[in-house]
């Protein structure tokens, strides 16, 4: 913990997170239901979710919404596209937006505590070495802007992508 924001890695189920106040999901660009985290979140959130979501895009690599979490645990759900790895460039400066935009929009609402999945590593194809590599920058980066926002989690999939975030993590502190 430092400049008052936890940051904390876990594994587990981003659509599981009841003690976040938002969690963020790795959005397709007209913000429907779709695979991955983005599948389950919606699955977990009802079918409101996306009759609130679809009218905010489509949106475009980089950029973050916000909407309710209708039947989540959480309040929040705040919504970024991440970069398709090879397609949308420059990739890591689009993946950081994401991080950055997201914590901003949880600035804005004054949400004291947010949950990341690890944006673009599925579907997207982006290297979760990269991937992690710029994440954890980001949000060690941004913690000095925040005034809100107190805890910061990133639930990852699996053991794998938790101990290269893990790495990182230790290395931007």
């Given at each position: 913990m430092k400049s008052g924001v936890e940051i904390e890695l876990i594994q587990?189920?981003?659509a599981n997170q009841p003690d976040t106040t938002a969690i963020v999901n790795a959005a397709n660009a007209q913000l429907r239901k779709g695979g991955g985290v983005a599948g389950a979140i919606h699955r977990a959130a009802g079918p409101e979710l996306e009759k609130e979501a679809v009218p905010l895009g489509p949106i475009e690599p980089g950029q973050a919404v916000i909407t309710g979490g209708h039947n989540l645990p959480n309040r929040y759900v705040i919504h970024c596209l991440g970069?398709?790895?090879?397609?949308?460039?420059?990739?890591?400066?689009l993946l950081a937006n994401c991080y950055r935009n997201a914590l901003k929009l949880a600035e804005r609402y004054e949400i004291d505590s947010i949950a990341f999945p690890a944006i673009s590593t599925g579907i997207f194809g982006y290297p979760l070495e990269e991937a992690a590599k710029?994440?954890?920058?980001?949000?060690?980066?941004s913690r000095a802007d925040l005034k809100?926002?107190?805890?910061?989690?990133?639930?990852?999939?699996d053991k794998k992508t938790l101990q290269v975030h893990e790495r990182y993590l230790k290395e931007n502190l």
């Open positions: 587990g189920d981003i970069p398709v790895y090879g397609v949308n460039r420059p990739e890591a400066e710029v994440a954890m920058k980001t949000i060690v980066e809100y926002v107190k805890k910061i989690r990133f639930v990852l999939y």
